[in-house]
């Protein structure tokens, strides 16, 4: 009977081969020093039969995904902040946020996220403890009895100028420069100023029901206490 031959896919070690089907006149045998994925290992020259695979060995094996994931966050915050500057350049955008709950749950999220950075920060609160207690405590005793769209909107307009050093009968040009000056966190801005030109219909001699009226006082309390948190 004729003798067969050994050859580089006979699945055995023969005629001169460093491994099964590999080195000598063979393809190279893999090793874990040939800057290839080959054998067991889980990454290059990495896992298996080679040595433990490190996080830097993660990032080469991940490069392209991680830097388009990157690309991606960026445009995503980029997006996001362009949105904001927008708004606080366009206030009638900002008013519309109170119209989706959607968008309003997200900003109110946003910036609870944020004020638990500036706490790590150590950044001191926008408005002090004790004045934010004195307009709480004055919108308390507004809920209490009875209260016109105009002592309403008044009450929020004064607590406004308090706020933010505003002279009394401020625009809405002085405004804007105000409370882009101020140290309000950006999100709560956005709030603040959407709350301001959604007050506006106060001062329309529009019908406003008396749950409106008293959601236009929630809302005002909600960021008064914000500002104190902030």
Known sequence: MPKVCGNCSDGIKNQGEG???????????????????????RYVDCGGDCKKCEFHDFLIHNLVWIVMLALLVIMIVGGVLSYFVLILARPEKA????????????????????RNCRKVLRKSPAVGADA????????????????????????????????????????DKAFFSKIHESKVPPFLKVLLVGFYKKAGILTMGTFVADEE????????????AELGKA
């Open 19 to 41: 491994d099964v089907d590999c080195g000598g006149r063979c393809r190279p045998c893999p090793s874990c020093d040939d800057g290839k994925k080959n054998g067991d290992e």
């Open 132 to 171: 934010v207690k004195n307009y709480l405590e004055e919108l308390q005793e507004l809920a209490r009895r009875p209260f016109s769209n105009k002592e309403l909107y008044d009450t929020i307009i004064r607590m406004y100028s308090s706020i933010f050093s505003l002279p009394p009968g401020f625009d």
């Open 213 to 224: 009226r008293e959601s236009f006082l929630t809302e005002f309390r909600f960021l008064i």
């Open 95 to 114: 008013k519309r946020l109170y119209n989706n709950n959607t968008f309003f749950l997200f900003m109110t999220g946003m910036n609870r996220f944020c």
